[in-house]
C-alpha cells in the first residue's frame, strides 16, 4: 500500500516481526536521513551514542518526571538543569525546565513576562486574563516565528508584535531604533518586553547583548533570550563574547534553549530559564489535591502547560555525562569551522553568492543571476542525494541555507556539499 494513504486499523495483530516488516517496507524508505551529517536543514543536530541510550533508557523506564511524590525523575532534572546552566554561563538565578522545542520555550517564557507585566501595572493576568494589562508591545529585530504564535497563544495577539530597524545588512537589531521604541512605548503607556535573537534562522546573527542590557537600566521591560541554538557559542572561546557581553544570557530574565539542535539529543526536548519561577508557577499552577501543595520549589506540572511529558532530562544527561563540556565544545567548533569552509567554497563558486558573512554555523546563500525561488527548488532538489538545505528569503532575496549541528559533520563532508554544489550548477 503507498505510504500516502492510511491503511485500515488491523483487526488482527502481525507481531512485533510482522509489524517491523511492515515499517521496513511502508515506511523507512519514506524517512529522511534526519541524523546524518549532510542534513543541513532547518537548525537539526543529530543524536549523539550517548543520547540516543539515554532515550532508550527514558522509554523503558516511562518514568513521570513532573511529580516528585515520583521522586527519581524530577531530582535527575534538577541535576541536568544545573548542568545545562553552567554550559550557558547561568548562575543559579535562573531557574529550568524542560519542554518540548523551542516553540514552546519561547511561549513559556513570555508568559512569564505577561505575568510580569501584569504585576508591574498591579493585576494578575494569571486570573484576570490578558485584557486587564492594557497595551503591550513586544520589540524585536528579527524575532522568531515562534514568539507571533506565542503571542497569540497567549491573548496578547500577532499584533503586539513590533518589528524594530536592525543595523544596516544584518539580522541583529539596531540599539538606537530599539531606544526609540521604547520611548513611544513608554510615551503611549504601554508595558514592553524586549526579544533578544541569539543566533537569528537566516544568518545566524546575534544582538548586542551588552547595548540591550544598558537599555534596560533607562528603560523598564522584561528581556527575554531567544538563544535557541546561539547558546552554544558559549562553549567555544572565540565565540563566547556573543553571549557573554555586559552580563551576558544570566542577565537576562528568560532565556529559550533547543537542545535537540546543538546539544544532539533527539527530538523533542529544549529548556526555558527564568528569574522569576514565582511568575511561572503564578501562570501554569495546577490546583489539584492529588498532585500535593505547591511548596517552595514547584513541580515540573506547575511549570508549563504540559501535565505529563516524558524524562526529556535523561538523553541530555548521557550526553552530557558521556562527553562533558570538551567532548560538546569540539562539536560545536567542528561545526562552526566546517560553516566556514563551505561558505569559503561558496564565494569561490562563480554561479552563487553569499548573503551574509558566515558568522558562527549558518551559510546563507544564493544564485549569483536569476535569483528565483522556482530555479533554488531546482538546484536544492539536484543536490538532494548528496545533502538537504531548505529555502528562505532573505532580505527580500530567494535563498537556500546550510545549518551546521549534527555531531557527525566533518570538513569533508563539507567539502562534499561544495563539490555537489559545483556539479549541480552545470543542470541548472
Not at 503586539?160 to 536592525?166: D, G, K, N, S
Not at 514592553?192 to 537566516?202: P, S, W, Y
Not at 539536484?382 to 528569503?393: C, G, I, M, S, Y
Request: glycine share 10%.
Amino acid at each position: 500500500m503507498p505510504v500516502g494513504e492510511p491503511a485500515p486499523p488491523p483487526e488482527r495483530g502481525s507481531g512485533l516481526h510482522g509489524a517491523l516488516e511492515e515499517f521496513t517496507a511502508r515506511w523507512e524508505p519514506a524517512f529522511s536521513s534526519s541524523t546524518g551529517p549532510r542534513y543541513l536543514g532547518f537548525v537539526t543536530g543529530g543524536t549523539t551514542p550517548a543520547a540516543l541510550a539515554g532515550d532508550w533508557l527514558a522509554a523503558a523506564w516511562d518514568q513521570n518526571p513532573m511529580n516528585s511524590l515520583d521522586p527519581g525523575g524530577p531530582l535527575l532534572e534538577r541535576e541536568t538543569l544545573s548542568w545545562l546552566r553552567a554550559l550557558f554561563g547561568l548562575t543559579d538565578a535562573h531557574h529550568g525546565v524542560f519542554v518540548s522545542g523551542a516553540t514552546m520555550s519561547n511561549t513559556t517564557g513570555l508568559a512569564v513576562a505577561r505575568e510580569w507585566l501584569g504585576e508591574r501595572a498591579g493585576v494578575c493576568v494569571a486570573e484576570d486574563g490578558a485584557a486587564a494589562l492594557g497595551p503591550v508591545r513586544v520589540l524585536s529585530g528579527a524575532a522568531h516565528s515562534s514568539v507571533a504564535k506565542a503571542l497569540s497563544l497567549l491573548g496578547l495577539g500577532r499584533g503586539a508584535l513590533v518589528r524594530v530597524e536592525t543595523l544596516p545588512g544584518r539580522e541583529a537589531v539596531d540599539p538606537a531604533a530599539l531606544e526609540s521604541a521604547l520611548r513611544e512605548a513608554e510615551e503611549a503607556g504601554a508595558g514592553c518586553v524586549v526579544v533578544a535573537n541569539l543566533g537569528t534562522v537566516d544568518t545566524a546573527d546575534f544582538d548586542e547583548l551588552r547595548a540591550l542590557l544598558a537599555l534596560r537600566e533607562r528603560y523598564r521591560f522584561w528581556l527575554h533570550a531567544d538563544a535557541a541554538f546561539g547558546a552554544f557559542a558559549a562553549l567555544s572561546p572565540r565565540h563566547a563574547h556573543l553571549v557573554t557581553g555586559g552580563g551576558g544570557l544570566d542577565a537576562a530574565d528568560s532565556v529559550c534553549v533547543d537542545l535537540h539542535k546543538w546539544l544532539n539529543v533527539p527530538y523533542d526536548s529544549a529548556v526555558l530559564f527564568t528569574r522569576r519561577p514565582d511568575l511561572q508557577a503564578a501562570v501554569f499552577r495546577n490546583a489539584a489535591a492529588y498532585l500535593g501543595p505547591l511548596g517552595e520549589n514547584p513541580d515540573g506540572v506547575h511549570l508549563t502547560p504540559e501535565n505529563s511529558r516524558r524524562l526529556r532530562a535523561l538523553a541530555a544527561w548521557f550526553t552530557l555525562r558521556a562527553y562533558g563540556r570538551e567532548g560538546h565544545r569540539e562539536i560545536v567548533e567542528r561545526c562552526v569551522a566546517c560553516a566556514h569552509r563551505l561558505g569559503a567554497a561558496v564565494e569561490a563558486l562563480p554561479g552563487l553568492r553569499l548573503l551574509a558573512p558566515v558568522r558562527l554555523n549558518v551559510v546563507c546563500f544564493t544564485l549569483a543571476r536569476d535569483a528565483t525561488g522556482e530555479r533554488l527548488a531546482r538546484l536544492a532538489e539536484a543536490l538532494a542525494d548528496e545533502v538537504f538545505l531548505t529555502p528562505t528569503v532573505h532580505a527580500g532575496t530567494p535563498a537556500l541555507r546550510a545549518a551546521f549541528s549534527n555531531w557527525r559533520t566533518t570538513e569533508a563532508d563539507a567539502d562534499r556539499v561544495a563539490a555537489a554544489l559545483a556539479h549541480a550548477l552545470h543542470s541548472l
